[in-house]
């Protein structure tokens, strides 16, 4: 069985509407929450995108008001929802991958984290897939063996193939 680690740059498709959120939600949709996971810095990159897009009035107030609240519930709040914590351990071992592929500091701290997870999933005979919709992440997972999901470029069979 497949579970699905998100980035920030596509799990924001789930609440703000971009290229992308369709299939977002068709994932949602398919998938138990309980089979989804990110790492807890990406919770503070989603709500910077709902202040960013608000104050750039892409989207109106109350629509940012009520991404935050479904994305408090279905994520921040959820017992379901798999939060990675970051930790001083993880950002050590973050660091070579930022020489490797030339990705920033928080990239390589979610790509560390979602490899660490598959790993652990691995052991116990299931899979991961990493979703995200930032290229040169994606490059990066998979030149680490991950299988990836792209939301913006990828396709509703994709999904069904991985779930």
């Not at 498709?13 to 290229?19: D, F, S």
């Not at 979610?110 to 991961?128: H, K, P, T, Y």
Request: charged share 20%; glycine share 4%; net charge negative.
């Amino acid at each position: 069985m497949n579970f699905f680690y998100w980035d920030a740059s596509a799990l924001v498709k789930r609440y703000a509407p971009e290229i992308g959120t369709p299939l977002v939600n068709y994932l949602f949709s398919k998938v138990a929450v309980d089979r989804m996971k990110c790492l807890t810095l990406a919770i503070g990159e989603v709500i910077s995108v709902f202040v960013r897009k608000k104050n750039a009035g892409v989207i109106p107030e109350d629509a940012s008001l009520q991404a935050m609240i479904d994305f408090r519930a279905e994520v921040i709040d959820s017992a379901d929802f798999k939060l990675t914590v970051l930790d001083d351990g993880l950002v050590f071992a973050s660091l070579p991958l930022i020489q490797k592929y030339s990705i920033n500091a928080t990239d390589a701290l979610v790509l560390r984290s979602s490899l660490d997870a598959a790993a652990l999933l691995r052991d116990v005979g299931n899979g991961l897939v990493f979703v995200a919709s930032d290229l040169r992440l994606l490059q990066a997972a998979q030149a680490e063996g991950q299988t990836t999901f792209n939301p913006e470029t990828d396709s509703e069979k994709q999904i069904d193939l991985l779930i």
